[in-house]
């Protein structure tokens, strides 16, 4: 049996990492690049203006998943977990172990954001609920949230 290499870690936001995140982020969501252009999705101006930390999963030295983070409601906010298509719904649990991997160190972007976490917290989580749940959050208020 192989054993795959996964790392994660934080990736600086350059243009060129910018465009492959979108990219992989349209790729993981099934947008069709046709009708939008990732180039003019809505993150690309607040990855420019440093509103987030992404945290990538790596796979072989290859981006395959990250995680959109910010400091919203004084609260380690989780905005966009994905990963590529052809690694969704596999062994692998790519995108969970990214999850578990920021919320068991969240002091790194409590450390970027300078401010103490005390929850985190996501809304766009359609059809993903449990998920969520497996891994800690509760619904409350059209929001899931977990202590950290």
Known sequence: ????????????????????????????????????????SFYINDLKSDKYLVIGAFLEEILVAACYTKNT???????????????????????????????????????YFQEKFYYSYLDDYRGTKDFYQNLGYIEKENLMKRHL
Not at 25 to 33: L, S
Not at 80 to 93: R, S
Not at 103 to 111: G, M, R, T
Request: hydrophobic residues 35%; negative net charge; aromatic residues 10%.
């Open 1 to 40: 049996m192989i054993k795959l290499n996964i790392k994660y870690k934080i990736i600086s936001l350059t243009e060129e990492n910018i465009d492959l995140l979108e990219k992989i982020r349209f790729n993981a969501y099934g947008i069709d690049e046709e009708k939008m252009p990732h180039t003019e």
């Open 73 to 111: 409601y004084h609260s380690l906010y989780i905005d966009q977990l994905f990963v590529l298509k052809k690694y969704q719904k596999t062994p692998l649990h790519i995108g969970s172990n990214l999850l578990k991997y920021i919320l068991d160190n969240h002091k790194i972007i409590e450390d």
